[in-house]
């Protein structure tokens, strides 16, 4: 979208302005409009695109300045070219600039708009205007959060969501890139329902959470064994435990930070461990049996980030600021050390959807060659195990993440070509639909640029990701084989072992 800005401030003197310094203020303003703005901007650039002040005004201390630009120079750009200025003109004058003060920012945004885009509740806009061709914007703004560069990244953030609008409209971002044969199914149910008809599972205490019993831990345990053989030992992945705790530094670096909230389970910390600082809490559930939740929110600091959301984050900060050698890559590594959580604002149906779930998470690092050959061993793997070893009625598909697509890292030429995800789903007959089991990223160079992980030749560093979700496998599994041991593939039911129960309940 193409901006135009609009920005009106005073700035504020130690003393009143002698009318004995407008022939020199008008020669700085004529300065600043034919040369000092024109300072690193394409000597073809039009000229209503570049700074511009456009009239000023004085008032006892006070020297109110107009501005006007495109996209070059940009107006609050030109302000602080501006002070520089005329603080070291007055200064020859014993004059010293105390503050800026802004009095009006306004930002047009040019171009097309798509429908119920809603602005007015972003931070620093005061008011929205939002028509098919445009989008004003009145800012409240200081000057510190202009020199914060405030309306640089407000731009940002509406051509974020400009184009997240269009794209959430489009289809072509899924391609479908092989499909299985055709399987006979015997069972047809909804497999959680079974599981907690046989006693498998049961619903914990909390939203979106089981407790699975022996059966379908054994289940786990055998997808498990099946990755390691199959996956983790020939393609040499090294074992590693990553954080289950994430601090808001780790999601700043890795970009979740730009839209996790709504989905991450926030972690808070007691403000002290003073046992008698909470000794009214305690005796409030002494005597009420209830724990007091509004007592507690106030013994307790803002949050410090979040339980774990995606597994691989958490591993950058290893590698944080560090350059690795040529020898070292490529790197594979992987972690199965907890849960990962994940708040589905009512989402959650069965096992397959839930807040609590458990992953094994691969990492690989490597030039950007490296890092698609990984990628590429992984789908081979993947497809031999799922035609070969469990049998299932998959498909994969080429889809493009919207992280991916917002920060420009699609397209382009050779390796980079690879960058984005390949989703794999199982067939539901129950349903009649299709459940993302499985996924393969390739990440470009989004996490090492994050953290700044470079590499020795200097060279790109790439990185990718593939989560493995134990529940996502077991609901797929379960759906087309059901619960007869004698209709599993010999892999898994070698694998699994005896069903026999170990609860009974009368």
């Avoid at 429908?115 to 000057?143: K, M, Q």
């Avoid at 794209?167 to 149910?189: I, M, T, V």
């Avoid at 709504?262 to 000794?279: F, G, M």
């Amino acid at each position: 979208m193409q901006p135009r800005f609009g920005l009106t401030a005073d700035l504020i003197f130690s003393r009143e302005i002698p009318d004995e310094l407008r022939p020199e203020l008008d020669r700085a303003v004529e300065e600043a409009n034919t040369v000092i703005f024109r300072k690193g901007v394409p000597k073809d650039a039009p000229t209503d695109e570049i700074g511009l002040i456009t009239g000023y005004a004085i008032a006892g201390p006070v020297l109110t300045v107009t501005f006007e630009s495109g996209g070059y120079t940009r107006a609050h750009d030109a302000l602080f070219r501006f002070r520089k200025q005329i603080a070291g003109l007055f200064g020859r004058h014993r004059i010293g600039l105390r503050e800026i003060v802004v009095v009006h920012f306004r930002v047009e945004l040019r171009g097309e708009v798509p429908e119920g885009l809603l602005l007015a509740s972003l931070p620093f806009v005061r008011s929205a205007e939002v028509e098919p061709d445009r989008i004003v914007l009145e800012l409240a703004v200081t000057a510190a959060d202009l020199e914060n560069r405030i309306p640089d990244r407000l731009i940002r953030l509406v051509e974020e969501k400009t184009e997240a609008a269009v794209y959430g409209g489009k289809g072509e971002h899924w391609e479908l890139l092989y499909e299985s044969p055709k399987r006979g199914f015997r069972f047809r149910e909804d497999p959680t329902q079974e599981m907690i008809r046989r006693g498998w599972i049961k619903h914990a205490l909390s939203r979106g959470q089981w407790i699975h019993g022996p059966q379908s831990t054994r289940l786990f345990r055998a997808f498990e064994a099946l990755v390691l053989e199959e996956i983790v030992g020939p393609l040499g992945f090294a074992e590693m435990i990553f954080p289950k705790l994430v601090p808001w530094e780790v999601w700043v670096k890795s970009g979740h930070a730009k839209g996790v909230y709504p989905e991450i389970y926030y972690v808070s910390v007691p403000k002290t461990r003073d046992p008698a600082y909470w000794e009214d809490v305690a005796d409030h559930f002494k005597v009420t049996g209830e724990v007091p939740v509004d007592m507690i929110r106030e013994k307790i600091d803002g949050p410090i980030g979040g339980l774990c959301y995606a597994q691989c984050p958490s591993f950058w900060p290893f590698l944080g600021g560090a350059t690795l050698t040529n020898d070292s890559l490529p790197a594979r590594v992987f972690d199965r050390s907890g849960t990962s959580h994940r708040y589905e604002s009512g989402g959650i149906h069965g096992i397959e959807r839930v807040d609590e779930f458990h992953r094994i998470e691969l990492l690989w690092l490597g030039t950007p060659e490296q890092t698609v050959e990984t990628a590429d061993l992984l789908h081979e793997r993947y497809r031999r195990l799922f035609d070969e070893v469990l049998e299932l009625e998959w498909r994969s598909a080429r889809v493009t993440p919207w992280f991916m697509a917002q920060e420009g890292m699609l397209g382009g030429e050779g390796a980079s070509e690879r960058i984005g995800t390949t989703d794999y789903e199982a067939y539901l007959p129950y349903s009649d639909s299709w459940l993302e089991f499985q996924n393969v990223s390739v990440n470009g160079d989004k996490y090492p640029r994050g953290f700044n992980v470079k590499v020795q030749s200097g060279g790109d560093l790439w990185s990718g990701c593939s989560g493995i979700g134990l529940e996502r496998w077991t609901a797929a599994f379960l759906a087309q084989k059901g619960f007869d041991l004698d209709d599993w593939p010999a892999g898994i039911r070698r694998r699994f072992g005896d069903a026999h129960e170990i609860f009974r309940f009368v």
